[in-house]
Nanobody
Framework: QVQLVESGGGLVQPGGSLRLSCAASRNIFSIYIMDWYRQAPGKQREWVATLTNSGTTNYAASVKGRFTISRDNAKNTMYLQMNSLRPEDTAVYYC?????????WGQGTQVTVSS
């Protein structure tokens, strides 16, 4: 079993930055593929970024060049650095751990981009 806890969301003006954190209950980054997803009001949950156990990253076209996914193995924590935020980035952001047959989700953290 893995528990994931997101934090770092909040209200930010367009063009601003936020860093989201996803703290895992144990050291999983060497064996799990980690993702960030988001869900805007009235929309389906969408994939944002992936960080593999080998360190490879991948991003959705809508966030590429603005968002950066990373991790701190010593802290069992994954991050999503979000720069140049836009109103359309407003959503609840979730982290996900993929362990082959098992997948775990956090509870989400709200990001609101508005002036």
């Amino acid at each position: 079993q893995v528990q994931l806890v997101e934090s770092g969301g909040g209200l930010v003006q367009p063009g601003g930055s936020l860093r989201l954190s996803c703290a895992a209950s144990r050291n999983i980054f060497s064996i799990y593929i980690m993702d960030w997803y988001r869900q805007a009001p009235g929309k389906q949950r969408e994939w944002v970024a992936t960080l593999t156990n080998s360190g490879t990253t991948n991003y959705a076209a809508s966030v590429k060049g603005r968002f950066t996914i990373s991790r701190d193995n010593a802290k069992n924590t994954m991050y999503l650095q979000m720069n140049s935020l836009r109103p359309e980035d407003t959503a609840v952001y979730y982290c996900k751990a993929n362990g082959g047959m098992m997948a775990y989700w956090g509870q989400g953290t709200q990001v609101t981009v508005s002036s």
